[in-house]
């Protein structure tokens, strides 16, 4: 079976101070993971995605996280946080059978001035 | 190249009373998925639609149901509403294989009372 798990689903950092937003993911095969940030009232956004190539993956905004196969990780992080990081992330995992995203609960970042 | 749009953004229906939400995938995706967003539930997978065919179905009772069309837009229809139905139903679009990204709409927020 599949399944995502983020650990805090409320983190607040301070800005400029590093951010670092945790999920496990449980998975059979190899899978596809994803990052996904909501602004209220808003839809998701990509922020980055892991598909078999490098396992340190860059994407908008600053933020990046890293594929451990080790530890079946894939944080998320961003060096120096700022107010506009505030927001709901969720991070998901696809697997080639079944062709179906699995979210995680969700982690909200507050941003502290 | 315009977002993924789902209409209506906003809905409140009355217990037993049905329903029925549009997407518009963006030009060129094949791929139509459905979620149902909630505070205690958090993202889950309703179903996925290519090329007019159902691909794949999350834990949904039958009151939940959808289709695709020709070019791409799908409905879903909601039948004998629930106050638990009461949700955010995210779309999200994309070109067609399981690595590809989903882009999100910005849902239709459904009150039921």
């Known amino acids: 079976a599949q399944s995502v798990t983020q650990l805090g689903s409320h983190v607040s950092v301070s800005e400029g101070a590093l951010v670092l937003l945790r999920c496990n993911y449980s998975s059979s095969v190899p899978p596809y993971l994803f990052w996904y940030v909501q602004y209220p009232n808003q839809g998701l956004q990509l922020l980055l995605k892991?598909?078999?190539?490098?396992?340190l993956v860059k994407g908008i905004n600053g933020f990046e996280a890293e594929f451990k196969k080790s530890e079946t990780s894939f944080h998320l992080t961003k060096p120096s946080a700022h107010m506009s990081d505030a927001a709901e992330y969720f991070c998901?995992?696809?697997?080639?059978?079944?062709?179906?995203?699995?979210f995680g609960t969700g982690t909200s970042l507050t941003v502290i001035p | 190249k315009a977002g993924v749009t789902q209409t209506p953004r906003y809905l409140i229906k009355t217990r037993g009373q049905q329903v029925t939400l549009s997407c518009s995938p963006i030009?060129?995706?094949?791929?139509v998925s459905w979620y149902q967003q909630t505070p205690g539930q958090g993202l889950q997978f309703l179903f996925e639609y290519f090329s007019e065919t159902q691909r794949n179905k999350g834990n949904f009772p039958g009151r939940f149901s959808g289709r695709q069309f020709s070019n791409s837009r799908s409905e879903m229809n909601v039948s004998t509403l629930e106050l638990g139905d009461s949700a955010l139903y995210l779309c999200?679009?994309?070109?067609?294989?399981?690595?590809?990204?989903?882009?999100f709409g910005p849902g239709t927020r459904l009150t039921v009372l």
């Open positions: 999200a679009s994309s070109l067609a294989a399981v690595t590809d990204t989903q882009y």
């Open positions: 998901a995992v696809r697997i080639n059978t079944g062709n179906q995203f699995y």
């Open positions: 030009s060129g995706h094949r791929s």
């Open positions: 892991y598909t078999s190539a490098a396992t």
